[in-house]
C-alpha cells in the first residue's frame, strides 16, 4: 500500500516532467492522482472510517495548499505542511477523542463488523488498550512532525527533481523506522489486554 500510496504520484510527476510539463503542473498532477488513490480505497470498501477521513482531509488541506501559489518548492513544501498537520492530529487525538492510530489500526485489523464492534467494546472497557493507542499516536506524532521539519529546509537547498524523489524516500524512511516499533509495542498491548481479561 505504501508503494501505491508514494509510487503512483511519483510516476505521475516524473512521467509528465520528462514529457515536458512544468515542475508546477507535474507535482500538481502528482497530488491529484495521491487524491484519487485516497478516494478509489474509500470506494473500493464501501466506507469511509475515520482512517480514510483523515487521509481524504489531508488531501484537501493539500489540494488547497497546491492552488495558494504557482511556485514548485511550494508544492512540495505543502507535502511537509501536510505531514506536520498530520502529526499535530495524531497528538491531538491522543488526548481528545480516540486516536487517528487507533482507527487506522481498526481499518486493517477489523475488517467485520462483528470485530469493529469488538474494538469498540475494548475501547470502552479496557484501560491498556486505551492507553496503548494513545501511546502509539503521540510516538507517531513527533516521528511525523520531526519528518517535515528535515524535510522542509530541504526543499529549499536542493533541486526540485531531487526532492521530488526525495520527498517520497523521506516518508518511508520514517514510516520504516516507526512500523517495526509499532507491531513490537502492538503485540505488548495485546498481552497487557489479555492480562486485564484474566
Partial sequence: MMLLDGGLPLRADYGLHAAGVSDYRALLAGTIVAGLRVAFVALRNRRLDGFA???MAMFAVGLALAFATGD???MLAKDS???AVA?????GTSVVGRPVMFYAAQR???TTSEKRELWNT???TKPAFRRGFRVMSVVWGVGL???AAVRIPLIYLLLVQVMVGLSTVLPVAAFSLLMPW???YGTGMRRAVQEQNR
Avoid at 87 to 91: D, E, H
Fill in 81 to 83: 505542511v501536510g505531514t
Fill in 182 to 184: 509499532n507491531i513490537g
Fill in 122 to 124: 475494548l475501547w470502552q
Fill in 87 to 91: 502529526g499535530l492530529s495524531f497528538l
Fill in 145 to 147: 512532525l520531526v519528518e
Fill in 108 to 110: 486493517f485489523a477489523a
Fill in 72 to 74: 514548485a518548492r511550494f
Fill in 53 to 55: 477521513a483523515f487521509l
